[in-house]
C-alpha cells in the first residue's frame, strides 16, 4: 500500500482514471444541514432500493459527499457524472431515483429545481460562486482516499517534494499574498518567514479548527467534505517550515470531524504520505487531533496551545511570539483549517495563479455561511471582493417575501452589522473591518426588517460574557455590565443616555482587553450603534420598531393594507386578533404579549409595530 | 473548589477506570482527553475517578480540578440519560430560539443546565449544529429536530 516515491503516487491515480467509463454515483449531500433533514435515512433508503434492483454494485455506486450547499432545500443529490442536481429528496423517492436516476442516468424532473438545465450552477445561487474549498464537494467520498487521489490529491505535496522544495514552497506560499482565514486575516507568509530563523525542535504545525463562531459551520463543512486536503496543506506547510508534528484541534461539538480526520490522517499514514520518510524522502512528520472541550476562547491561538498541552484554555499576553516559542516553547505556526486547505491549491498552481483570483490584497476564496432571512441560505465559496450585494441579493435571492433588508452581520461575536449602504461593499478583509465589522470566521447573517440591531447586540455580548476566560479585568468585568444595559434596553427598563454609556464602556473595552475576544466583543455593540443609533435611542424610550423586543411595541394592522387573510389570526397563540372570516382583522392591544408571530406571517406588509403610547 | 454533587449516586461502578485511564499515555497532554473518556464513559466525572486521574497521571489534584472545572462539557454531576440541546447559535436567535427554550423549559420542568430528579433528562444548549438553513433546531442526543415550532415541538419524544 505504501507509496515509496512518486511514480507509484502518479501510477495509482492513472489506474484510478482508467476506471470503468461506465460507472455512476449517487452522490447523498452529507453535510450537516442535509444531515439534519434526514440524508443518512436516504442513504439507507437508496442503498436498499439499489440492492433491490440488482444494480451492480461495483457499477452503480451510492455514497455521501461534503456539503452541496443549499441547505435550505435539503436533503440534495448529485448525480456523477451527469451531473444533475435533485433537492428535497424523501427516502419515499428512493426507488424512482434508484431506477431512473443512478439506472439509467436520467433526469427526475419533479425533483429537479431547474430541470430545463439540471446542473447546480445553473441556479442563481451557484452561479456567482468560485468552489475551490468546496471543490471536491459533490465529487468525492470524504471517507475514500483514492477519491481524492483521483482528483489531483497528492499532486501539490509531490511538486514540492520533488520539485520546488522547502524554500521555494515557501516562497509560493508568501508571494501568494494569502491572509488567514480564521478571522485576523493575517498574511500566512509572514507567519512562516517568521519561523524560518526561530530554534527549537521539534517544530509545530497546528490547524484551527475550533469554529467557534456560534453561526457558522464552514470548517466543519471542510473537515467533514474533503478532509485530506486540510492533511495535505498541513504536510506541505510542514516540509516548508521543517516541521516534525502536526496537531489539528477541533471543536469538542464535531465528532463527525473528528472521525473523518482521523480516518484521513491513518490513510495516509499507511500510504506513506504521513510518517517516516515520506515518499522515500528524508521528510518525516506525523500528524494527530485533538478535541477541545467546549470553550469558545481556546481558538484563541494561545488559548488552544494551552489547551492542546493539558492545562486551561486561557490565554496569554503575546510578548514572545507563537514562531519562536509556541506549543510547549516550541515553534509553531497555526493557521486555520480553510488556510491550510489553500495550501497545495497554491503550492501546486503558483502564487500568480492564486492572485488572479479574488481582489488586490485579499486573494483567493472565502467559504460563507449565509444565514438568517434571506430566501437562500447554506453554504458558499466566493471569490474575496465580491460584492456583499452579490451575497444578498442574487446567491442569497433576497430577502424573504415582503420583507425589507435591514443589515448583514458578519464575523459572528467579533464582527458588526452593516447597513443596506454594505451592499455596495466588497466582501473582504479590509473593507470589512473598515466599516467596524469584520470579516471572521466567514460567518454572515442577513437581517430584515424584523429583526432588531439592539437584540443582536445583546445576543453577542451575552454570548461573549459567558465565553469570558475572567483571566484580565476589563473582559472579566466590563462584558456583563455590557450585557446588563443590553437586556436592560430590550426589556423594556432602558434609561436615556444608555447608548452613550455603552458607547463610552465598549471602546474602553477594545483598548484595555488582553486577547482578541475582549478586543473584538465591542465590536458588535459599536457597530449597531454606529449603523443604528436611531432604533438604540428609542429603545431607551421603550420602543422597538423591529417588534422583536417583547413588549416594546404593539401591533396595528393598516386596514388599508390588509388583505382580510387572517394569517395573522391564525398564529397569535394569544388570541389578540379579532375579525371574522373575509373581514378585515384587527388587534387588542391589551390581549397582545408581544411574540411578533403576526408580523412575521402577514405577507402584505400590512402589520406595524407601533409605539405603545400612540396605541389608544 | 468543586464540591461533589450531594445528589449524585456516587456508587459508581469504577471497576472499568484503570483500563481507561491505561489506554492513554501518563502524560499531561492527556489530561482534556481522558477527562473527556471519562465524562463519556459515566456521563459525568465521579469524585473517584478525577483522583485516580490525578495519580495516574502525576499532576496535583488542584489542577485536574481546575482543568475539569474550564471546560463546558465535562461536568462533575451526572447528566440525564438523553441530553436535549437546544442551539442557541446566531441563525437559531434571530428565528425564535429563546422562546423555544422557554417552552421546552416548561414542558421539561427544568431549567437550562438542569437534569430531572429521575435522571431521564438533561436540557442544556449548543452554539450552532450548522443546520442554520433549519431553524430553530433542537438535538435529541446525536438526532437534530428543525423547523421547530409549537406544533413541532409538541410531537418530539420527551
Ligand atoms: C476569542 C478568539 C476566538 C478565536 N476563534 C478562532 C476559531 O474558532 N478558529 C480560528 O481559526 N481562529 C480563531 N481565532 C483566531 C486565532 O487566534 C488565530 O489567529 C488563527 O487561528 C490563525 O490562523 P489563520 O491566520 O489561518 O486565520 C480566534 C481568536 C480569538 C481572539
Ligand atoms: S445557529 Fe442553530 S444550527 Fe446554526
Not at chain 1, 205 to 234: K, T
Not at chain 1, 444 to 461: E, G, K, N, Q
Amino acid at each position: 500500500m505504501r507509496f515509496e516515491g512518486p511514480a507509484a503516487v502518479a501510477a495509482r491515480r492513472e489506474e484510478l482514471a482508467r476506471k470503468d467509463p461506465d460507472v455512476r454515483t449517487l452522490r447523498v449531500c452529507g453535510g450537516p444541514g442535509c444531515l439534519a433533514s434526514g440524508s443518512r435515512e436516504l442513504l439507507a433508503a437508496l442503498k436498499e432500493a439499489a440492492v433491490a434492483s440488482g444494480l451492480d454494485p461495483a457499477k452503480r455506486r451510492i455514497s455521501f459527499t461534503g456539503c452541496l450547499g443549499l441547505c435550505e432545500r435539503g436533503p440534495l443529490l448529485e448525480l456523477d457524472p451527469e451531473g444533475h442536481f435533485l433537492r428535497g429528496v424523501a427516502p419515499s423517492d428512493a426507488a424512482e431515483v434508484v431506477g431512473t436516476a443512478l439506472g439509467e442516468g436520467k433526469l427526475v424532473p419533479r425533483l429537479s429545481p431547474n430541470p430545463e438545465s439540471p446542473e447546480k450552477e445553473s441556479l442563481e445561487f451557484y452561479g456567482p460562486q468560485k468552489r475551490l474549498i468546496m471543490r471536491r464537494f459533490g465529487k468525492i467520498d470524504p471517507e475514500s482516499f483514492d477519491d481524492y487521489l483521483a482528483t489531483g490529491g497528492y499532486e501539490a505535496l509531490v511538486i514540492s517534494l520533488f520539485e520546488s522544495g522547502p524554500a521555494e514552497t515557501l516562497r509560493r506560499v508568501a508571494e501568494s499574498g494569502l491572509r488567514g482565514r480564521g478571522g485576523g486575516g493575517f498574511p500566512a507568509g509572514l507567519k512562516w518567514k517568521a519561523m524560518t530563523g526561530a530554534k527549537g525542535t521539534p517544530r509545530y504545525v497546528l490547524a484551527n479548527g475550533d469554529e467557534g463562531d456560534p453561526g457558522a459551520f464552514m470548517n466543519r463543512s471542510l473537515m467533514e467534505g474533503d478532509p485530506l486536503a486540510v492533511v495535505e496543506g498541513l504536510t506541505i506547510g510542514a516540509f516548508a517550515l521543517g516541521a516534525e508534528r502536526g496537531i489539528i484541534y477541533v471543536r469538542n461539538e464535531y465528532p463527525l470531524s473528528v472521525a473523518r480526520l482521523e480516518k484521513a490522517i491513518a490513510g495516509a499514514r499507511a500510504r506513506g504520505l504521513l510518517g517516516e520518510n515520506i515518499l522515500g524522502t528524508d521528510f518525516s512528520f506525523d500528524l494527530s487531533v485533538t478535541e477541545g472541550g467546549g470553550a469558545f476562547v481556546c481558538g484563541e491561538s494561545t488559548a488552544l496551545m494551552a489547551s492542546i498541552e493539558g492545562r486551561e484554555g486561557t490565554p496569554r499576553v503575546k510578548y514572545v511570539r507563537s514562531t519562536e516559542a509556541g506549543l510547549w516553547d516550541k515553534p509553531t505556526v497555526l493557521q486555520n483549517v480553510e488556510t491550510w486547505a489553500n495550501v497545495p491549491l497554491i503550492a501546486a498552481n503558483g502564487p500568480e495563479w492564486f492572485k488572479g483570483i479574488g481582489a488586490k490584497g485579499n486573494p483567493g476564496t472565502k467559504v460563507f455561511s449565509l444565514a438568517g432571512e434571506t430566501r437562500n441560505t447554506g453554504l458558499v465559496e466566493l471569490p474575496l471582493g465580491t460584492k456583499v450585494g452579490v451575497l444578498v441579493n442574487v446567491v442569497g435571492g433576497g430577502v424573504r417575501k415582503g420583507r425589507r433588508f435591514k443589515a448583514i452581520q458578519s464575523g459572528g461575536p467579533s464582527g458588526g452589522c452593516l447597513p443596506e449602504s454594505a451592499l455596495e461593499l466588497p466582501l473582504d478583509f479590509d473593507h470589512l473591518t473598515e466599516a467596524g465589522a469584520m470579516m471572521g470566521s466567514g460567518g454572515i447573517i442577513v437581517m430584515d426588517d424584523l429583526s432588531c440591531p439592539v437584540d443582536v447586540a445583546r445576543y453577542f455580548t451575552g454570548f461573549l460574557a459567558e465565553e469570558s476566560c475572567g483571566k484580565c479585568v476589563p473582559c472579566r468585568e466590563a462584558l456583563p455590565v455590557l450585557r446588563e444595559v443590553l437586556s436592560d434596553l430590550t426589556r423594556g427598563s432602558g434609561r436615556k443616555g444608555d447608548t452613550d454609556f455603552l458607547e463610552k464602556q465598549a471602546g474602553l473595552l477594545k483598548e484595555t482587553a488582553l486577547c482578541g475576544l475582549g478586543q473584538s466583543a465591542a465590536n458588535p455593540v459599536l457597530s449597531t450603534i454606529r449603523h443604528f443609533r436611531e432604533e438604540y435611542l428609542e429603545h431607551e424610550s421603550g420602543y422597538c420598531r423591529s417588534g422583536r423586543c417583547r413588549g416594546l411595541y404593539v401591533p396595528v394592522i393598516d386596514p388599508g393594507a390588509c388583505r382580510a387573510c387572517g394569517s395573522c389570526q391564525k398564529v397569535c397563540p394569544a388570541g389578540a386578533v379579532g375579525g371574522k372570516k373575509k373581514e378585515k382583522r384587527t388587534v387588542a392591544a391589551g390581549k397582545c404579549v408581544g411574540c411578533g408571530a403576526c408580523l412575521k406571517a402577514c405577507a402584505f406588509f400590512a402589520i406595524r409595530a407601533e409605539r405603545k403610547e400612540h396605541v389608544g | 473548589m468543586p464540591k461533589t454533587n450531594p445528589g449524585a449516586p456516587e456508587a459508581v461502578d469504577l471497576t472499568g477506570l484503570r483500563g481507561l485511564l491505561e489506554s492513554r499515555p501518563p502524560e499531561a497532554r492527556e489530561l482534556l482527553p481522558l477527562l473527556r473518556d471519562i465524562q463519556t464513559r459515566y456521563r459525568h466525572l465521579p469524585e473517584e475517578a478525577v483522583r485516580g486521574l490525578s495519580e495516574y497521571l502525576g499532576l496535583p489534584l488542584a489542577r485536574v480540578y481546575a482543568v475539569s472545572r474550564f471546560y463546558k462539557s465535562l461536568s462533575r454531576v451526572p447528566k440525564g440519560e438523553r441530553l436535549v440541546k437546544v442551539c442557541l447559535g446566531t441563525a437559531c436567535h434571530l428565528r425564535g430560539a429563546p422562546a423555544l427554550l422557554e417552552a421546552l423549559e416548561g414542558k421539561l420542568g427544568l431549567a437550562l443546565g438542569e437534569t430531572g430528579k429521575d435522571g431521564r433528562f438533561t436540557l442544556e444548549s449548543v452554539n450552532c449544529v450548522g443546520a442554520c438553513a433549519l431553524a430553530p433546531v433542537v438535538m435529541l442526543d446525536d438526532e437534530v429536530h428543525g423547523k421547530l415550532n409549537d406544533e413541532s415541538l409538541a410531537d418530539l419524544p420527551l
